[in-house]
């Protein structure tokens, strides 16, 4: 099975700025990596698929990159509503797996 | 506009059965290249993917629960089931079903999800 790590757990950042969060997966998995943004209480929000491709209605602050191994996804100038947890989530082979989700919340 | 509701009992006994179906409208069970899923969080936990079955009823299911779900599907009825045996507390959760639109899209569509809880 294919495992996949987010770093960091927790992140606090202010309104504005620029942040990264890195996913790594066990194996290549070339492109083949979605991220989502989950609210408390709410379903998962498809925001990037094909690791870069942008979701219909997603802001464009909201950016992905990487291949095979490991997979970033970036928000250029915090907002308030982007204060959630995201999930990377590989889709190889039919198979899905999600990494452990990082907290994005208010410094 | 694809909508997905799950339902089914919310409180199961240890060791029996877990059952849930996911109604769906928008779309139709035999579209080419769906995929429909099932996802589960316990609580203050991670999404932990259980299942997908496709509309010529291939099924692919997490390797840690194989032996004990089944996801299946009616396309008559426009719905779709979860069972899960043997149930434990580590069972309890928030589960989600999902549909993706095809192997490469990541899931598109999700219902709001529902709270099982694993008790006596």
């Known amino acids: 099975d294919i495992h996949m790590t987010q770093s960091p757990s927790t992140l606090s950042a202010s309104l504005g700025d620029r942040v990264t969060i890195t996913c790594r997966a066990s194996?290549?998995?070339?492109?083949?990596l979605a991220w989502y943004q989950q609210k408390p209480g709410k379903a998962p929000k498809l925001l990037i698929y094909?690791?870069?491709s942008l979701q219909s209605g997603v802001p464009s602050r909201f950016g992905g990159g990487g291949s095979g191994t490991e997979f970033t996804l970036t928000i250029s100038s915090l907002q308030p509503d982007d204060f959630a947890t995201y999930y990377c989530?590989?889709?190889?082979?039919?198979?899905?797996?999600f990494g452990q989700g990082t907290k994005l919340d208010i410094k | 506009q694809l909508h997905l509701q799950e339902s089914g009992p919310r409180l199961v006994k240890p060791s029996e059965t877990l059952s849930l179906t996911c109604s769906v409208s928008?779309?139709?069970?035999?579209?080419?290249?769906?995929?429909w899923g099932w996802i589960r969080q316990p609580p203050g936990k991670g999404l932990e993917w259980i299942g997908f079955?496709?509309?010529?009823?291939?099924?692919n299911y997490n390797s840690s629960l194989e032996s004990r779900v089944t996801i299946s599907l009616e396309t008559s009825t426009s719905q779709f089931y979860l069972t899960l045996n043997s149930v434990t507390a580590a069972d309890t959760a928030l589960y989600f079903c999902a549909c993706a639109l095809g192997p490469t899209t990541g899931i598109d569509y999700w219902g709001q999800g529902a709270l099982v809880t694993v008790s006596s």
């Open positions: 989530q590989h889709y190889k082979n039919d198979l899905y797996t």
């Open positions: 928008g779309a139709s069970l035999t579209s080419n290249s769906y995929y």
């Open positions: 079955i496709t509309y010529s009823e291939r099924t």
């Open positions: 094909d690791a870069s």
């Open positions: 194996q290549s998995i070339s492109n083949w």
